[in-house]
């Protein structure tokens, strides 16, 4: 495999792709930058030359999520976090204050998982254990109370997020709450 024919041929599409889930052009191209890396270190693992493009996608994308994940930004479903953290989390001072009134909107099961086990000091299972509920039980409580949070915030504010569920962008000024 060439990397400098696939520089030639994808860096240029790959660039758009990455800056249209990446709002930091310079960021943008620090993550094409590691996709080459990721590229030309793997590049054992492409078995079918025919299926290049998708696994150079595939190896992209991947770099997106992983710069959020170490990042730790927000995606629309983990947007609750505690007080004493809005400050350290970069996130807009006008979204925290709009966020709040839908979680506790939240039925209680949900919004208890969520602040003990996603935003607080236990594991989901030190959850289960202290509930008497069975482990399956929490994490399905977590995952629907994820879900309603984002449908009670995505109904009011106008938020664009892209298809892994990263915010993008945020109208706070629509925001009815």
Partial sequence: MNTERIWKEFSGQLLGFIKARIN??????????????????????????NKLASWIYQVTRNTIIDHYRKKKLPLVEDVIIHQEQNEESGLNPQFIKCMMPFISQLPEKYKDALEKTVYGEISQKEYAENLGLSYTTVKSRVQRGRQKLKELFTQCCAVQSDRY?????????NCSC
């Fill in 165 to 173: 569920g990263n915010i993008m962008s945020s109208n706070i000024d």
């Fill in 24 to 49: 930091d052009k310079t960021v943008a191209e620090d993550i094409l930058q590691e996709v080459f890396i990721k590229i030309h270190q793997n590049s054992n693992q492409l078995l079918d030359e």
